[in-house]
């Protein structure tokens, strides 16, 4: 990510959460097989940044909900799907929230049928449907992902799944260019498995 051009601050939950612009940043998210897959997100020296919980889905609301909170227990987004869908669509909102004012983006399959992941990311004030603002492109046999803006080659986070200890752990190694919004890239990560 070294060579790729310069990119403004790109704020896409808050601008607090943009990586700074002298350096990329490195953040480690671990997924805690504990029934319910929640995620713990730490920087490289161990620092807790985000925590993700995911409450039980009920037969009541066939739907599956993430919450994103800061290091304090804040709610920073919602992140929701269907689980009678087939589409794999993920729709985060701000805080708490499911009121269709407080929609982020919405990250779908490019196709049903693939052998190499390719998601597309609309963030909510995108009114076209031919363009996506992001794309999660992915090799599940090597357990990697990279993001880019929109179709460009312009990369702006690279994500590499690794197995715990035990297999009672995921780890996903994710390393966000600078002035990215890595609370987004986070977001995005939590929505792969």
């Given at each position: 990510?070294?060579?790729?051009?310069?990119?403004?601050?790109?704020?896409?939950?808050?601008?607090q959460?943009?990586?700074?612009?002298?350096?990329?940043?490195?953040?480690?998210?671990?997924?805690?097989?504990?029934?319910?897959?929640?995620?713990?997100?730490?920087?490289?020296?161990?620092?807790?940044?985000?925590?993700?919980?995911?409450?039980?889905?009920?037969?009541?609301?066939?739907?599956?909900?993430?919450?994103?909170f800061?290091?304090?227990?804040?709610?920073?987004?919602?992140?929701?799907?269907?689980?009678?869908?087939?589409?794999?669509?993920?729709?985060?909102?701000?805080?708490?929230?499911?009121?269709?004012?407080?929609?982020?983006?919405?990250?779908?399959?490019?196709?049903?049928?693939?052998?190499?992941?390719?998601?597309?990311?609309?963030?909510?004030?995108?009114?076209?449907?031919?363009?996506?603002?992001?794309?999660?492109?992915?090799?599940?046999?090597?357990?990697?992902?990279?993001?880019?803006?929109?179709?460009?080659?312009?990369?702006?986070?690279?994500?590499k799944?690794?197995?715990?200890?035990?297999?009672?752990?995921?780890?996903?190694?994710?390393?966000?260019?600078?002035?990215?919004?890595?609370?987004?890239?986070?977001?995005?990560?939590?929505?792969?498995?």
């Amino acid at each position: 990510m070294a060579n790729q051009p310069r990119l403004s601050t790109t704020a896409i939950i808050s601008p607090q959460y943009c990586a700074p612009a002298t350096h990329p940043i490195d953040l480690i998210i671990t997924k805690e097989w504990t029934g319910r897959n929640n995620f713990t997100v730490t920087d490289t020296n161990n620092n807790l940044i985000f925590k993700v919980k995911t409450p039980l889905v009920t037969m009541v609301t066939p739907r599956q909900h993430r919450f994103l909170f800061d290091a304090n227990r804040n709610p920073i987004l919602h992140l929701r799907r269907s689980l009678l869908a087939a589409d794999d669509k993920w729709k985060a909102f701000r805080g708490e929230s499911e009121a269709p004012q407080d929609l982020v983006f919405t990250r779908e399959r490019s196709s049903f049928m693939q052998l190499r992941t390719k998601l597309n990311v609309s963030l909510a004030n995108n009114t076209t449907t031919q363009a996506c603002d992001f794309t999660v492109r992915g090799n599940l046999f090597q357990n990697s992902w990279k993001v880019y803006i929109a179709n460009s080659d312009n990369l702006v986070a690279k994500i590499k799944k690794e197995l715990g200890t035990m297999f009672i752990t995921e780890k996903f190694m994710v390393t966000v260019s600078p002035n990215m919004d890595y609370a987004f890239i986070v977001a995005l990560v939590v929505t792969l498995d």
